[in-house]
């Protein structure tokens, strides 16, 4: 399959998003794991996140749609209520559902085996098979216990203080859930700030999670409550739209009801730094996590060197950012940003490949990318690499780019935003 896009001559809008998948993976996760019932709305409509209930329901959990667009109700099972699955559980592309799965299944009394598509067999688990082995758990992978498919056999999990040798929510989360199940207390430092929904959501449900600048502590015994969850708009799915309307010459795009927890905003400190116009009203917090609506306008960016700290912040927008970038004055450093190499494809390399298909002075750099704008791109034939991120960069960058783009599967997209295209279309008038 294939997308044409061309710029408009404006982008003039207002959308919203899909719902976070980061919170919705949390919400159903979390929700089967406490006593009693909850009603979940918004949900992410994405494969990933239906990859995560879809494993739940191998567990015995009781996930129902409602009649409601993206609303289930959550029956959760308590401490012990999960059933040995008997068949293997498939996490699809989801590095999410794998991950987080894995502290689940740590602590239950029983075998599973967990896989998911050639792009997640091929990313590295070994992060969290290690810390849940020192945590009691039998774990095994392909690969010297570094890939998928994992054999795990849980149960009689006991706290270990770790460290984390990167910062990732995902490895962090998968760490926190075994603790939930474990004798003692585990405690999880992290070299910088991650994504926080997994504590902000458990505290709410009763659990004891404690933090203290760059360490998370997990006190287990307290019984989690089941919670209804409103999940915000993505605002990975956002930045999107947010670069188009810095980039274009004449655009003006609000996105609504958007997540704007502090530990995600990476993208927004980022394009500001740069001189963005973007501005955000309406702040507000819904079952714990700020939400608000931006508005991006026609921008003259400039170059700067994004590092450090932020990269955690901002790890999903890397080609995004890499894109917007190439309109800016003068050079754009990415650096710190290695883990984009194990994503859904290698997001430096194929970030560079594409970008450069459209006339971007961009160079791949082992942790990086710099980028020197040249304040316009020309259009070109631009390969998704089976990733979603990609996919939706580059439709981006047909809005922005002069003359004509195709985009070659971008239907991969749907994995995390199965609308984006309707969206990109209806922003750029129906073309």
Known sequence: MKRTVTSPPSIIGTLTPPGDKSISHRSTILNAMATGEATVTNYSPGADC????RCLRALGATIERLEEPGSYLVKGVGAGGFREPAEVLNAGNSGTTMRLMSGLLAG???????????????????????????????????????????????GNLHG?????????????????????????????????????????????????????????TVRPG???????VRVPADISSAAYWLVAGVCHPNAKVTVTDVGINPTRTGIIDALQAMGAKLTIANRRMEGGEEVGDITAESSELRGVEIGGDLIPRLLDEGPILALAACFARGATVIKDAAELRV??????????????????DIQERPDGMVIRGKGGLRGAVGQSHGDHRMAMTLGVAGLLAKGQTEVRNPEIASISYPGFWTDLERLAGSM
């Open 222 to 228: 307290n019984p989690l409550s089941a919670m209804d």
């Open 50 to 53: 239906a990859s995560t209930i």
């Open 343 to 360: 994503k859904e494809s290698d997001r430096i390399k194929s970030s560079t490949q594409e970008l450069s298909r459209f006339g971007a």
């Open 108 to 154: 239950q009394p029983f075998l599973s085996v967990m896989t998911g598509d050639s792009s997640l067999r091929s990313r590295p688990m070994g992060r969290i098979l290690s810390p849940l082995s020192l945590m009691g758990a039998h774990v095994h992978g392909r690969d010297g216990d570094e890939r998928a498919p994992l054999v795990i056999k849980g």
């Open 160 to 216: 270990i203080p770790y460290t984390l040798p990167v910062a990732s929510a995902q490895l962090k989360s998968c760490l926190v859930i075994a603790g939930l199940y474990a004798k003692g207390e585990t405690s999880l430092h992290s070299p910088a700030a991650s994504r926080d929904h997994t504590e902000l959501m458990l505290r709410m449900m009763g659990a004891q999670i404690l933090e203290d600048g760059l360490t998370v």
